[in-house]
Every structure is written in C-alpha cells, then in structure tokens.
C-alpha cells in the first residue's frame, strides 16, 4: 500500500466506522436493555445515582467494528505475504483486554441483579493484564517486519532513536500496556469524558504514524476514532450508553501499544495527560491517606470527581479536561515532528 494513500483512506474507513457505528448503535442499546446490561452505580458517586441501570459494556460498540474493518483492509496483504499482519498484534491486545473488562463489567451488572459472585479480585485482574501485556512485548520485540521502530525510542527534540535490549524493552512495553489500559480506565466515568480523550490521542498517534510511514498503524488509529465517536453520539449527556471495562481497558491497552510501535512512547504522558493525571490522583490520594491515617488530599479521586465535588458541572469537567488533552495531544505531535 502507497505510504501517500494511507492517510485518505484512513480518514475514509474511520468516517465509515462512524456511519456504521451510529447505524446499529441503537439496536444494539435496545438488546443490552432487554439483556438487563445496566451499570450498578457505587455509593461513592451519589451524584451519578441517576444513572444507574443505563446499558454498559459499551466498548463492544467500539472494538466489533475495529476488529472486523481492520481485518477487512488488511487480509489481503497477509494472503500475499506482506506486513499487514502487524496490525494484527494490536488487534489481539485490544480483543484479549475487552474480554477482561468484559468480566470485570458483568460482575457489576451482577451485583446490580442483586446476585452475589466475587468476579475479578484486584490481583486476579492484573494478572491477567500481564499475561496479556507480557505475551504482546514478547512478539512485538522478536518481530522483525512492519515495524519501524521495534525495540527503539526517539527522543523528542533529538534526531535520534535509541535501541534498548530485548531485556529491558519488554518490561517496558509490559509497564506501558498495563498502565495506559488502567489510566484510561480512571477517566472513564464522566458522560463523554473517556471517548473523547481515546479519540484525541489516538488522532495524534494516527498522525505521527503517518508520518513515519506506518500504514497500518494510522489505519488502526483513525478506524478507532472513528468507532469512538460514533460510541460518543449515544455517550454524549446525558448518556443512553456507558463504555464500561471493556472499553476503556481494551482503549488504553491498545493505545499504549500504539505508542511503543512508533517508538514515541515518552511522549505519551504528554498526548494521553489526562488519563495520567487522573492516575497521579489515585496514587497520591490512597499515599495520602495512608501517611495520614485516612486523610484526603482531594475531595475524591480519580481527579474528575474531585472537580466535580467543588462545584464543577458534568459537562464543564468533561469539556475543560478535553480541552487540555487537545492542546498537550496538539504539542506531542509537534514534538514528534522536530
């Protein structure tokens, strides 16, 4: 495939994604409802009680679509020996991360049925998050074609790109998976919030792979936009449809893999600033409390509810954090330019 075509037809089949997504989205809203798929809301978030029972496991909207389109453009080139099947490692990382967050969705539902099951322990979910991760890195780092920057960073700012041995590499890659699927986990609980930040920094990804020549990946990227807004148009305020684990797990697990495939993984704390934020929060507000017996250092984390808490609207937080994770997505890009 033409590097100078990539970019059309990556915008083309993620404005396709879009059309379709928005297409089937309300039947499929209507089989969750029938299926009694409902969000169980925590007593933490009293402010959200409203929502309780709205359909969830929503990140299937997204990862069907991706899965089958991606498939769909890259067959060929796999049949006639080329380097499409590169694209299908992040497929395989994005689908394994769903199914866990699938799990971990219907235990909530479960509870909301009033039925009691222990589901996915804390430790059992991130065992599973690094068998995934672990199985990802190794293949990524023993492939030898179709991607430009395996076992490499480039330094923003620096002409160059520095190789990192296969034993260092993949604990890397293992931490970067692992913790992007949880970042983007945290930012998952405002209507509109999570989707919006995915979108954005996969666009910037999806662009700077463009520019180094990784089609598949800027295939991957925009086609994933494309399924986010079109999960958007039902996740928008007030929401008929949550994302869930399955989402939001699935998103950040492929987004962190995205990065290390183009070897501009150090500037992901800058493009995806919003989920990492969000994670700072966590980790400072249970330090916090444990240094000083039980005491906040926010009114409530993840960093959202906190805004929240002092007096921020729904759509304010959602709207002001996008903005941010524009402008820092906007500046990544220009970094990995120079």
């Not at 409902?38 to 009680?49: C, D, F, R, T």
């Not at 690094?130 to 002409?159: E, H, I, K």
């Not at 009114?299 to 937080?317: C, D, F, N």
């Amino acid at each position: 495939m033409e590097t100078s075509t990539s970019l059309p037809l990556a915008l083309t089949v993620g404005g396709l994604t879009f059309l379709l997504g928005v297409i089937w989205g309300g039947p499929f809203i209507e089989i969750l409802r029938r299926l009694r798929m409902g969000k169980n809301i925590l007593p933490e978030v009293s402010q959200h009680a409203h929502k309780k029972g709205t359909p969830t496991t929503g990140g299937t909207m997204i990862v069907i679509p991706t899965v089958l389109l991606c498939v769909a453009l890259n067959i060929s080139s796999v049949l006639r020996g080329g380097d499409g099947g590169s694209i299908f490692l992040l497929l395989a990382v994005m689908v394994g991360f769903a199914i866990l967050g699938w799990i971990d969705d219907f235990e909530g539902i479960r509870i909301s049925r009033g039925l009691m099951g222990e589901g996915l322990s804390p430790r059992v979910k991130l065992l599973g998050q690094l068998v995934l991760a672990t199985g990802a890195a190794v293949v990524f780092s023993l492939y030898d074609g179709g991607f430009a920057a395996a076992n490499q960073v480039s330094v923003p700012l620096l002409p160059v790109a520095i190789e990192i041995p296969p034993w260092l590499f993949i604990p890397i890659t293992v931490f970067i998976i692992i913790g992007s699927s949880n970042a983007v986990n945290f930012t998952d609980g405002l209507d509109g919030l999570c989707g919006l930040i995915s979108a954005t920094a996969f666009a910037a990804y999806g662009v700077i792979a463009y520019v180094q020549g990784q089609v598949f990946i800027t295939q991957f990227c925009f086609v994933l936009v494309g399924a986010c807004f079109a999960f958007l148009w039902f996740n928008a305020h007030p929401a008929k449809l949550f994302m869930g684990d399955t989402g939001s797990m699935a998103l950040g697990a492929a987004l962190g893999l995205v990065a290390v495939m183009t070897g501009q993984w150090l500037l992901l704390p800058l493009i995806a600033i919003v989920p990492v934020a969000e994670t700072i929060s966590v980790i400072l507000q249970v330090g916090y409390a444990r240094l000083t017996g039980g005491q906040r250092l926010f009114r409530m984390a993840p960093l959202h509810h906190h805004y929240e808490k002092i007096g921020w609207s729904e759509t304010q937080v959602m709207q002001r954090f996008w903005l941010i994770g524009v402008l820092c997505a906007m500046v990544g890009v220009a970094l990995a330019l120079l």
